[in-house]
Structures are given as C-alpha cells and as structure tokens.
C-alpha cells in the first residue's frame, strides 16, 4: 500500500484578514517541514473569488520600502 500524501491545509483570507494571524497558523507548519527534512505538509492560501486579497497585496506592496 503506498504511503499516504501529506496533507494540505488551505487559508482563506477575506479582505482585513490579520497578518499576525495568518503567520501564527503557517508558521508551525513550515517550521515543522523545514526541520522533517521531507515533505510532511503543505498550504495554499485562496481567497473566496480566486482573485487578490486587498490586505496581502498591501502586506507584500510594502515589504520592499525602508523602515
């Protein structure tokens, strides 16, 4: 019998969704696969419409500007 696939979790985000939240439910998770060494889990991240969330867009505009 083949081994099982590793799960995948997927986060929906809604417009005004908290960063901090969203770190703190992937952050176990990628700790958890980077210190496995194989692939144990995995994650999408989707929105209700398939299109951007205004909230990350502006997360991932600003990650790049001097503090």
Do not use: K, Y
């Not at 929906?12 to 952050?27: I, K, R, T, Y």
């Not at 176990?28 to 299109?51: C, F, H, I, S, Y």
């Amino acid at each position: 019998m083949p081994p099982n696939p590793p799960p995948i979790f997927e986060f929906l985000l809604f417009d005004g969704f908290s960063n901090m939240v969203l770190a703190s439910a992937m952050e176990p998770l990628r700790d958890v696969r980077m210190n496995a060494g194989q692939e144990t889990a995995g994650w999408r991240v989707t929105t209700l419409d398939g299109g951007a969330c205004a909230q990350f867009q502006r997360a991932a505009n600003h990650a790049g500007r001097r503090f």
